[in-house]
């Protein structure tokens, strides 16, 4: 499994992918709209930005700092939701294993909110990450391919003739605070188109090492 990354502690805010990505100032003068749908709190994660939109953040904060940001793979993605365990939901601080019935501990889900919430109000998995299951569903850097029957090691399916096609499914994980706990499970996959804009979709940004 991939060692050479680090990935952010706390979903991108909105107030970030602003200033960061477009500069400073008024929301609206600089972009002409305001992404996010759910709004209201500096610390509330950013929601409504499509696939391309993430990378483009990703790719202006590598400018600004000199560093490789982008967005985590999703090997990279499920290695550190899981912190090390096996089971559904990964491991909490301690390094025990958080049973179903605790979920409402580490995750935003339907049977505990009807939004977004501000980040690192829930705890975090053994290795100090927030907000992976729930709130809002995160962008992986993959095109959407079924999985294989053999074991693979560290894989990134982002195969250059697919990636170009705007209509093709790219993955989120971690579900949000609009799904059950199915979604948000540790090995759960979504996909949609990269063009997507929904209430419930987020990202967060890894770094190459």
Known sequence: ??????IAAVLVLLNAVWVIAWGDGDNEAVMGDNPSQNVGSADLPVDTIPWDKAVEFCKKLSEQEGLEYRLPTEAEWEYACRAGGKGV???????????EADVEEYAWLRLNSEATQPVGRKKP??????DMHGNVFE??????LPYTDK????????????QKAKGEFFV???GSWEWGLDNAKAS???RCKKVLRSRT???????SL
């Open 151 to 162: 074991p693979v090691t560290d894989p990134v399916a982002l195969a250059t003739k697919v």
């Open 89 to 99: 939901i990964g491991l909490a601080e301690g390094g025990f294993e958080v049973a």
């Open 125 to 130: 998995n053994a290795w100090g990450l927030y």
């Open 188 to 190: 759960a996959r979504c």
């Open 172 to 174: 989120l994980r971690g």
């Open 1 to 6: 499994m991939r060692t050479g990354f680090s």
């Open 139 to 144: 962008w992986c850097q993959d095109n959407w």
């Open 201 to 207: 979709v987020g990202f967060r940004v890894a770094r």
